[in-house]
């Protein structure tokens, strides 16, 4: 997958590869309002969380436990969301599975909305 940046990640500068194990990565970008945000990627190319092999999904919970210890030491959140997006409805735009990791502080005005805060308003009714 020569154009995807989650097979690739060295292909955005502005992406840093923060800790890693043997299958998967744990990549940051800065960004201006999720402060610590970053996502967890196999390093095999797989399309959704539903295509991770079991090693996969050991590897994405081992290095999660580190993303949270690294992430507590540098931001102190008080809180966290986790999640995957899969496919494009599901809101998944790069097509590598990826696990969001995002510190959530009590001084956000959203702190306590929690992910499925606007999935819940009226204006999504089918």
Same mark, same amino acid.
């Given at each position: 997958m020569r154009d995807c940046l989650? #097979? $690739?990640?060295?292909? +955005?500068? +502005?992406? &840093?590869?923060? @800790?890693? $194990? =043997? &299958? #998967?990565l744990f990549l940051q970008k800065p960004h201006p309002v999720l402060v610590g945000s970053g996502i967890i990627v196999p390093r095999e190319h797989r399309e959704t969380v539903f295509d @991770?092999?079991?090693s996969e999904w050991e590897a994405t919970y081992s290095l999660l436990q580190e993303v949270k210890i690294f992430l507590d030491k540098k931001y102190n959140p008080q809180g966290y969301n986790i999640g995957w997006n899969v496919g494009k409805v599901g809101g998944q &735009? /790069?097509? !590598?599975? !990826?696990? !969001?990791? @995002?510190p959530r502080f009590e001084d956000e005005p959203l =702190?306590?909305?929690?992910?499925?805060?606007? @999935?819940?308003? +009226? /204006?999504?009714?089918r």
């Open positions: 989650f #097979c $690739n990640p060295w292909q +955005d500068r +502005d992406q &840093e590869i923060v @800790l890693s $194990n =043997a &299958e #998967c @991770l092999t079991p &735009e /790069i097509f !590598h599975a !990826h696990l !969001h990791v @995002l =702190a306590g909305k929690g992910i499925r805060y606007y @999935l819940k308003q +009226d /204006i999504n009714q």
